[in-house]
């Protein structure tokens, strides 16, 4: 479960990014974050990674009070999330296979599980035969479910996608969409950050729409108003 | 979690060593050569303190008796010199033995023969434990009553231990300096592969790797580095000793001078470097990686 209560964040250069910001996100949900460029979001993103820290209010994230943490413990804390971004970030020297043993070694897995656990994940993101390739061998569809399997990977309880779609055609945006749903039916908690009104629209899910740092509107459904420009 | 992950993170380390083939070969050159210079000016240390036990060894305080005593009142003088500190023995020779030791010396030269003892005067050959306090324990003895006069080396011994105490200063501040530019290099080695590996460690962060596990392959490799040029300038060292030590041998005007054989000092040697090296290396990484895991 994710809960924001009152949070505050300040950058350092003085721009206040959130503003009094409180919502809960429940176990298994599915829900998507929207708002005008510059609103907020990827900071909200940034502050449930641990990235930053908020300047006031409290942040629960799967039982970690991420608010008041101690060092030892945000690793623990982020291997409940499994994070996916706009730009893959895969590794390029490494292969399919590689990229993900990487992040489950990183986190202790033994050789073992590493062998097991990584076939079904290509399986999930329909990549088995291409275990072998190198990121820049893929299409772009193709390393973004790369990376969706590299976060789903240390089987985290909820998956967070900071605009996973947006370096990508609508046929390939729509397949991804659709497989972040089957891994929410799944049973993991998933928040989309996006700008397509299109894709938010079509699968009438929950809508957090953020504006200036505020939270504006918090419905299921799709956008509200006009009032998203990207 | 909790198990040290050894041959994954020697693994890492090591192909860290290698991405970095020229960075690394320069760092361990640079390693090398301190360790080096370090292990030059310690044994020319070792070897000139070890002069310095013969010296102490050799060097006698010769104290005459004043020659109104009798023989059995010179004798009763060994336990007053004896008494004085840093004396480590008093031994007393007689004017009789003393000329015929002065006879022995010379057995070519007729006119030293048959001397009469009465030219001689009885005397303590004085040995001392620290040469330093050299001055100090000649005037003390001079202040024992019976004691006329006393003949010692003070200079050659004060000359001697100032040599060695500067070379200790100019020694312990070179190593000092030389660790520090060691530390630096390897440090900027391993900050090269820090870079070069940024997006890796920006990912394992991201998973929830901690700390310590991101930080493990750096340590292995500065490990490696430290420990591989303390092995390296091993054999360098003794190669450089063996030559030099051969020099001073065949050289007649070098003949007093006697080198310490490689074979008694190559475990301090070895332990010494490996120690240096290691600590080099890991502060190398350590250093390198310290401000860039805060949070
Ligand atoms: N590292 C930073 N330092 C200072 N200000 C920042 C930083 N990152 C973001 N901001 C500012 O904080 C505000 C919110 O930025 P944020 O990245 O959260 O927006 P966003 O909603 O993700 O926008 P976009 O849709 O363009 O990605 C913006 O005014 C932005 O300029
Ligand atoms: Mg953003």
Known sequence: MIRLKDVEMEYDNGTRAIQGVTLTIEDGEFVFLVGPSGSGKSTIIKLLTGEVEPCAGRIMINGFSVSNISGKQIPLMRRTLGVIFQDFRLIEKKTVYDNLAFVMRAVGA?????????????????????????????????????????????????????????NLDPDRSLELMNLLVKINELGTTVVVVTHEKDLVDRFGKRVITIDSGHVINDSVGGYVGGRIHG | MGKHNFGYFFHEGLSNMFSHGFMSFA??????????????????????????VDLEQENEILAYVDDTYSDTAAKALQSDLEAIPNVASATYISKEQATADFSAEFPEEAMFQDLDPEIFEDRYAIKIVDLEKMSETCRAVEQVTGISEINAHEEIAGGFITIRNVATVVCVALIAILFVVSVFIISNTIKLTTFDRRDEIAIMRMVGATNGFIRWPFVYEGFMLGLLSAVIAFFLQWGLYAAVAQGVDNNDTMQLIRILPFQQLWPAVAGIFAAAGILIGVGGSLSAIRKFLQV
Do not use: H, W
Request: charged residues 20%; hydrophobic residues 45%; contains cysteine.
């Open chain 2, 27 to 52: 760092a361990i050159g640079i390693t090398v050569a301190c360790l080096l210079i370090m292990g030059t000016f310690t044994l020319v240390a070792v070897n000139a303190n070890e002069l310095l």
């Open chain 1, 110 to 166: 033994r050789p073992k599980e590493i062998q097991k656990r990584i076939p079904y994940v290509l399986e999930l993101v329909d990549l088995a035969e291409k275990a072998d390739r190198y990121p820049t061998e893929l299409s772009g569809g193709e390393q973004q479910r790369v990376a969706i399997a590299r976060a789903l990977v240390n089987n985290p309880n909820t998956i967070i996608a900071d605009e996973p779609t947006g």
